[in-house]
């Protein structure tokens, strides 16, 4: 069997160069895809881009601009960080209620035109988790296709273990708190005027998740929520969600409020009618 003959090179290639895209060549022939990206998650420090086979136009959108702040509402980045169950993972599987409705999927994912993304979820050791993620472009992988790479998991997760245990991982942030860095990104840019509850519904707004969801996450009400949505709004002087995604990202990212929000990702126009 071909993939026989491609599991071996992966075995031989592991601690060089070339192991990623030999486990990329592994994984495709099994099931067909367009682009291959791995990043290595520590904490809520900045994603290590480990590997990925994107043309330069799509390395842009989903490797560069992706570090600049939109990783934080990524579902693959939130699984990461208190990851129960390794494994091959599809993205509407991990995704909140209203993903679609979310700005991270509005102002960013909706860009890369993406059928379905999966991906492998390897912890490395306590302080580093990887994602191995498989992307479409036409059309979403099949039950049986997902079968069958769920089959090959335990090599991909031994293997990939192996080839990285040895990262050094960057002291920055790795001990960070979620909660603590969107504390500190909103007293930025609200003046210290939203409460500890605000800041809850402005994190699972963003990451789409809707009303009654909010409500049922922090035991309120989703009119309680609504309202919560209202006063945040007016506190931060802005009336959409669009605008909210911005001044979160650049909070996270250190850019201040007065910097351009040209360099936030527009939102898209493209209509999205399925769950990646």
């Known amino acids: 069997m071909e993939w026989l003959e491609h599991a071996g090179r992966v075995v031989d290639s592991i601690a060089t160069q070339s192991f990623p895209s030999e486990l990329a060549r592994l994984l495709r022939s099994i099931a067909p895809y367009d682009f291959t990206v791995i990043f290595g998650y520590a904490g809520t420090a900045r994603p290590l881009a480990l590997y990925d086979d994107f043309p330069l136009q799509r390395r842009i959108m989903h490797v560069e601009e992706y570090l600049e702040g939109p990783y934080l509402l990524d579902p693959f980045f939130l699984t990461s960080r208190n990851l129960e169950e390794p494994g091959l993972w599809r993205l509407r599987e991990i995704a909140p209620d209203r993903f679609l409705q979310g700005e991270y999927y509005r102002s960013y994912y909706a860009q890369t035109g993406l059928a379905e993304e999966i991906g492998y979820l390897v912890r490395v050791n306590e302080e580093l988790v990887l994602v191995a993620s498989l992307m479409r472009t036409e059309r979403k992988f099949s039950n049986a296709e997902i079968r069958a790479l769920k089959r090959i998991w335990p090599l991909v997760d031994s293997a990939c273990r192996k080839n990285w245990q ?66 945040i709004y007016a506190k931060l002087r802005i009336s959409s969600q669009g605008e909210l995604f911005s001044l979160f990202i650049e909070a996270m990212v250190g850019t201040g409020v007065a910097s351009s929000r040209g360099s936030v990702p527009a939102t898209s126009t493209m209509a999205a009618s399925t769950l990646p």
């Open 166 to 231: 040895s990262l050094a991982v960057s002291e920055q942030d790795t001990s960070d708190d979620m909660e603590a860095r969107i504390a500190r990104a909103f007293q930025s840019i609200g003046g210290g005027d939203l409460t500890k509850r605000e800041r809850q519904v402005v994190e699972l707004t963003l990451r789409g998740h809707s009303a009654d969801a909010i409500g049922k996450l922090l035991s309120i009400s989703p009119g309680t929520v609504r309202i919560h949505r209202r006063n």
